[in-house]
């Protein structure tokens, strides 16, 4: 065991190496950064990427991901941290239609929070958020986010040193690998590490040069209810771009009860004439209270995805993925794998149809009377439609 996994991770090593050599032009991760070689903060309102933009984000999403020729971003922004104290607000709106090829009406299983799959075919809202947005002071902002009902984020960001390190508090998304949107890529969703997860606690971090590092503190055992403020977990990232090529490696520790589990990633994202691509692979591994790490250096879970993504036109974007998740190294037939494929078209300033394609491969080793989380075998196609402002 412990010579397969020097195995594994000497693959895991030289893989990014290579590719770090070979890619010549790269878009990091969050979306976009790399491309105007600039921080997350200045489309973003939140320092680590992602959620609502600001003005100039705004502006740069509304003409397709790029700055018109006479856009003076760095006026605006000056124009934003004159205001000593504002409030912004976004509504974001996704509703689907899945169509099942296999329709099973005795089993009934309906899509959920936790996965877009269904047995039936019928119309899903999918989100439904508001979320507000408080500029307090030059350093401290704060954000308030409700999702059909439930709180997801609830935290305040302090500009520590602006640019270079942030201090996040409250409820937010556990910081780990690739920021993406997407809860039902697999490996996320079996290490409740989905988009659609928060936990509370204390985040740090920043950028130094071209490196990048966040620490977290949280509550840990997230996936007991009765137990859920009771234990502590931490998780950690540092990487670095290295030209065109972003990539990094994380590190989870959670602690349920009388046991530790531990989740190691290593990702990557790059971009060469418009063809992004993201990859990242994790291991999971779960101890006694009290066992030492170095006691049993096995590999109990493996997941891993990689994906591309090409912009045809503006308008027009399309991606692939493949994915899979072993969560018992030890048990033969448990693994699901999944290839998909996407295209969103954007049909208005602040509207998108979005064409998904889920198919699930079958494991050919799972026993006949074990369901898998993932409807094996069962394609879905679904049509989404989405609106913000």
Avoid at 105 to 132: K, N
Avoid at 152 to 158: D, E, K, S, W
Wanted: proline share 3%; with cysteine; charged share 25%.
């Amino acid at each position: 065991m412990k010579s397969n996994l020097r195995s594994f991770w000497l693959y895991v090593l030289s893989t990014l190496l290579l590719i770090t050599f070979v890619v010549t032009d790269s878009d990091a991760r969050p979306e976009f950064a790399a491309q105007e070689d600039k921080e997350c903060i200045f489309c973003h309102i939140d320092p680590a990427g992602g959620g609502p933009r600001n003005e100039v984000g705004q502006v740069f999403e509304d003409n397709y991901f790029e700055f018109p020729e006479d856009f003076d971003a760095e006026a605006i922004m000056a124009e934003v941290e004159a205001v000593t104290k504002r409030l912004t607000t976004a509504v974001d709106i996704r509703t689907a239609y899945i169509k099942t090829n296999d329709v099973d009406h005795s089993d009934r299983a309906r899509a959920s929070c936790g996965s877009c799959h269904s047995a039936i075919d019928s119309f899903y809202m999918m989100q439904g958020e508001l979320t507000l947005n408080a500029q307090a002071s030059e350093k401290v902002r704060m954000t308030l986010s409700n999702n059909m009902g439930s709180t997801l984020n609830a935290f305040a960001t302090i500009d520590a040193v602006p640019g270079h390190l942030y201090v996040k508090v409250g409820q937010f998304r556990i910081p780990f690998g690739i920021k993406q949107k997407d809860h039902n890529i697999l490996v996320r969703q079996s290490y409740n590490l989905g988009s659609n997860k928060r936990d509370v606690g204390v985040e740090v971090g920043g950028s130094a040069g071209n490196v990048f590092y966040n620490a977290a503190i949280f509550n840990g055992g997230r996936a007991i209810r009765s137990d859920l403020n009771q234990h502590k977990a931490w998780t950690s990232t540092i990487g670095s771009s290295f030209g065109p090529v972003r990539a990094g490696v994380s590190y989870l520790v959670d602690k349920p009860r009388d046991k530790r589990n531990t989740v190691a990633g290593a990702f990557l994202t790059a971009v060469h004439n418009g063809l992004s691509i993201e990859a990242e692979v994790n291991v999971g591994n779960s101890l006694a209270d009290g066992e030492s790490l170095l006691a049993d250096l096995g590999v109990s879970s493996l997941g891993y995805y990689a994906g591309a993504r090409y912009r045809v036109i503006p308008k027009l974007i399309v991606s692939g993925r493949y994915e899979a998740f072993d969560s018992d190294r030890e048990r033969n037939g448990d693994e699901s794998r999944r290839l998909s494929a996407s295209a969103r078209y954007t049909v208005a300033d602040n509207a998108t149809l979005e064409l998904y394609y889920w198919g699930n491969i079958a494991n050919k080793d799972r026993a006949p009377e074990t369901k898998d989380r993932q409807l094996a075998g069962i394609d879905q196609i679904i049509l989404m439609s989405h609106f913000w402002f």
